[in-house]
Nanobody
Framework: QVQLVESGGGLVQPGGSLGLSCVAS????????MGWYRQAPGKQRELVAA???????NYADSVKGRFTISRDNAKNTVYLQMNSLKPEDTAVYYC????????????????WGKGTLVTVSS
């Protein structure tokens, strides 16, 4: 019912910056929350950052002060600006959204993108 498409991944040197975008499309009445997760090689998937209705944001301790999450509600898009990147930021980054499909839905449904690879290396 809902598709999430990420873009912006790639190779960047340590200390550099990279911006990710995720566009949600499909059966959408409203989006309660959007966020980014990542999974590094040999590790479990972890929350990177999220933003909910009202603008409240949440960040993993490891990225606070370096990453910024934002939403464009009119475009059903979430962004992740990543600055001062470190090799340990290397991971597949996944977009996540909690979506109300119709006006009558009380709960939102969770959807995932397929991921975009971010590699931080010299």
């Amino acid at each position: 019912q809902v598709q999430l498409v990420e873009s912006g991944g790639g190779l960047v040197q340590p200390g550099g910056s990279l911006g990710l975008s995720c566009v949600a499309s499909g059966r959408i009445f409203s989006i309660n929350a959007m966020g980014w997760y990542r999974q590094a090689p040999g590790k479990q998937r972890e929350l990177v950052a999220a933003v909910i209705s009202g603008g409240t944001t949440n960040y993993a301790d490891s990225v606070k002060g370096r990453f910024t999450i934002s939403r464009d509600n009119a475009k059903n898009t979430v962004y992740l600006q990543m600055n001062s990147l470190k090799p340990e930021d290397t991971a597949v980054y996944y977009c996540n959204a909690v979506v109300r499909n119709t006006y009558g839905d009380y709960y939102g449904m969770e959807y995932w993108g397929k991921g975009t690879l971010v590699t931080v290396s010299s």
